[in-house]
Nanobody, 116 residues
Framework: QVQLVESGGGLVQPGGSLRLSCAASGGILKRSAMGWYRQAPGKQRELVAGITIGGTTNYAGFVKGRFTISRDNAKNMVYLQMNSLKFEDTAVYYC??????????WGQGTQVTVSS
C-alpha cells in the first residue's frame, strides 16, 4: 500500500522559510516522478513543483525562484524548500506520485500558514 506522509508545515511570517518533507513508502521514489501541490481555502488544488526520477525539476510560475524541490531516493524522501514566503502561499501542501504504478497517490497534506 502506498503511503506518503508530509511534514514540516507550520506558521511563518512573510519573508520566512519552511522546508516540507514527504516520506514515501515501498520504494516509490525508485520508479516515480513526484510532485508538490497546494490547495488554498476556496481554491482548486494546483501544482507547485515536480521532479523526475533523474532530478529534472519544474515549477509553477508563482514559486519560481523562491521554492526548490529535491529528492533523496536512498532515503525515500522528497523535499520542498520554501523561501521568501508570501501571504498567498498559505495553503495545505500535498505530496503526489506523478508517474509509475502508484501514480495519483496523495499524502494527507501539511498546513502552511503565512501570517504576521
Amino acid at each position: 500500500q502506498v503511503q506518503l506522509v508530509e511534514s514540516g508545515g507550520g506558521l511563518v511570517q512573510p519573508g520566512g522559510s519552511l522546508r516540507l518533507s514527504c516520506a514515501a513508502s515501498g520504494g516509490i521514489l525508485k520508479r516515480s516522478a513526484m510532485g508538490w501541490y497546494r490547495q488554498a481555502p476556496g481554491k482548486q488544488r494546483e501544482l507547485v513543483a515536480g521532479i523526475t526520477i533523474g532530478g529534472t525539476t519544474n515549477y509553477a510560475g508563482f514559486v519560481k525562484g523562491r521554492f526548490t524541490i529535491s529528492r533523496d531516493n536512498a532515503k525515500n524522501m522528497v523535499y520542498l524548500q520554501m523561501n521568501s514566503l508570501k501571504f498567498e502561499d498559505t495553503a495545505v501542501y500535498y505530496c503526489k506520485v506523478m508517474t509509475g504504478p502508484e501514480a495519483g497517490s496523495w499524502g494527507q497534506g501539511t498546513q502552511v500558514t503565512v501570517s504576521s
